[in-house]
């Protein structure tokens, strides 16, 4: 069954340097988002992705967060200068319609570590 | 205003037993879907269930059903015959159709502990 992979699992990094988490969709999807879950709380949106632009993000994602589809199979988020509180889980998501009867599709995650 | 809210922190019941996770939300936009979300320890997102807003049947799922209360505005996710394995976080998630590109917008979770 075709699936959302993320790599790293996990990444430690010090404050103020600069991290990629990188997302390979399931190849039919169109639609592709990303998430933070801060450990012990809610997933929060951050950015939505589609036809090569960003349709929408939340007020997370501020000058510091990018998203990229640089070869058209990967789909990166990138931190410029991480933060102690950009400690978080990031979930990537795809799916293949952005209405109706369809989920969005999660990888298993990327837990940021910054120190 | 919370778009979502899951009135449950935490939640037990006993193996084999069915248990009703709460969920609530608000929202203007006609056309919306409702989903759940369980999170196991180890972290990854996994899709139960989804609720469209004009279906006319509860969605079913196996041993998960979705109680689709449209007037109260409440989607409660019922587990049937619960196992140890459903321990875990439930996560309640709505979609607005209406000039959205399907994000999904999270409740706060309810942990949900089967004792044996």
């Known amino acids: 069954e075709p699936e959302v992979t993320q790599t790293p699992s996990h990444q430690v990094t010090q404050m103020g340097q600069e991290v990629i988490l990188r997302c390979v969709p399931i190849?039919?999807?169109?639609?592709f988002y990303w998430y933070r879950q801060i450990l012990g709380q809610k997933v929060e949106f951050l950015v939505s992705f589609y036809n090569n632009e960003i349709s929408e993000k939340s007020e997370i994602f501020d000058d510091q967060f990018s998203v990229e589809r640089p070869d058209g199979s990967n789909f990166t988020l990138k931190i410029r200068s991480t933060k102690l509180e950009d400690s978080a889980m990031y979930f990537c998501a795809s799916s293949p319609r952005a209405q109706g009867n369809t989920e969005a599709f999660f990888g298993q995650g990327t837990r940021l570590t910054v120190v | 205003a919370q778009k979502i809210t899951q009135t449950q922190p935490g939640m037990f019941v006993q193996e084999k037993e069915a248990v009703t996770l709460d969920c609530t939300y608000d929202t203007s936009d006609p056309s919306y879907g409702l989903f759940w979300y369980k999170q196991p320890s180890s972290g990854e997102m996994i899709f139960l269930i989804y609720?469209?807003?004009?279906?006319?049947q509860n969605a079913t799922e196996g041993r998960y059903s979705l109680n689709f209360q449209k007037a109260r505005k409440s989607a409660n996710l019922v587990i049937s015959a619960s196992q140890l394995g459903d321990s875990a976080m439930y996560f309640c998630?709505?979609?607005?159709?209406?000039?959205?590109?399907?994000?999904?917008?999270f409740g706060k979770g309810t942990k949900l502990s089967v004792k044996p």
């Open positions: 609720q469209g807003s004009y279906d006319q």
């Open positions: 190849s039919n999807h169109l639609y």
């Open positions: 998630a709505m979609r607005e159709d209406g000039g959205s590109q399907g994000n999904l917008i």
